[in-house]
């Protein structure tokens, strides 16, 4: 059966396995729905079906994007939030997600960061950790830690 063929309900229930493998925003399903050749006209009833049923949750969305940058890629505030707010997501979400950074693994990374780069000049490690997201105050408080 050929993709433009597929019932709304059969392209509804394919973004719902897509949607319980990992947590995902709504542009991440567009984008999905999109690349899968999904008829456009079905995106906001697959969308707004997503979000009735908690396929779809902006604000667990968004904690799980600050968790994972924070702990895994070792990003700063300013671009997670960049990130976030490129995903279009409620600004609200995005600025809970952010209060509630684990302070602990936040100040531990920035310090790794900075004994990593202890050997460069001071602006190539503060131009450098800036475009990891962190602000000078942070990294100032960091480094007299």
């Not at 509804?12 to 949607?19: F, I, N, T, V």
């Not at 667990?60 to 924070?70: G, I, L, M, Q, T």
């Not at 209060?99 to 900075?114: C, G, K, M, Q």
């Amino acid at each position: 059966m050929a993709n433009h063929e597929l019932s709304k309900a059969e392209w509804l229930s394919k973004a719902e396995a897509y949607c319980a493998r990992a947590e995902h925003c709504a542009a991440d399903v567009r984008r999905k729905l999109y690349e899968w050749g999904t008829p456009s006209d079905f995106f906001d009833f697959i969308e707004e079906n997503l979000y009735a049923m908690d396929f779809l949750n902006d604000s667990r969305f968004c904690r799980a994007y600050v968790h994972d940058k924070v702990e895994y890629q070792a990003w700063g505030r300013m671009k997670i939030q960049a990130g976030l707010r490129a995903l279009q997501l409620p600004e609200s979400a995005i600025t809970e997600a952010l209060e509630n950074i684990d302070e602990i693994a936040y100040f531990r990374n920035l310090r790794s960061l900075i004994k990593q780069r202890k050997n460069d000049p001071e602006e190539k490690r503060l131009r450098f950790l800036a475009q990891r997201g962190f602000t000078y105050e942070e990294i100032r408080k960091a480094s007299h830690a």
